[in-house]
């Protein structure tokens, strides 16, 4: 069974940092894009960034320079590393992947269980 599973969340004050994980397991034949969303009370899930399999890097305008996705294709790993965080970041956090299972299959979508971040002012 492929599972999304993400680490790393807490409680952080306003300037600190914190650096997620999200950590994909099970058979698969081929993992490409992955990313990160959040989604704070009240709100709709927005992106916070993405790399894709050749770690090209996309970001929302409101995290770029603080925010650095990476990814260890060996590990089937996507990182999130927050710097000078700020109490809007205030959310919870969602891995998500876009994998095939087998050779031929479409390409699907896979979230995880979110984590929460809380930036204290």
């Known amino acids: 069974q492929v599972q999304l599973v993400e680490s790393g969340g807490g409680l952080v004050q306003a300037g600190g940092s914190l650096r997620l994980s999200c950590a994909l397991s099970?058979?698969?034949?081929?993992?490409?894009?992955m990313g990160w969303y959040r989604q704070a009370p009240g709100k709709q899930r927005e992106l916070v960034a993405t790399?894709?399999?050749?770690?090209?890097?996309n970001y929302a305008d409101s995290v770029k320079g603080r925010f650095t996705i990476s990814r260890d294709n060996a590990k089937n790993t996507v990182y999130l590393q927050m710097n000078s965080l700020k109490p809007e970041d205030t959310a919870v956090y969602y891995c998500?992947?876009?994998?095939?299972?087998?050779?031929?299959?479409?390409?699907?979508?896979?979230w995880g269980r979110g984590t929460q971040v809380t930036v204290s002012s």
């Open positions: 998500n992947t876009k994998l095939r299972l087998r050779v031929g299959a479409p390409q699907l979508d896979y």
């Open positions: 099970g058979s698969i034949f081929s993992l490409n894009a």
């Open positions: 790399i894709t399999s050749g770690s090209s890097t």
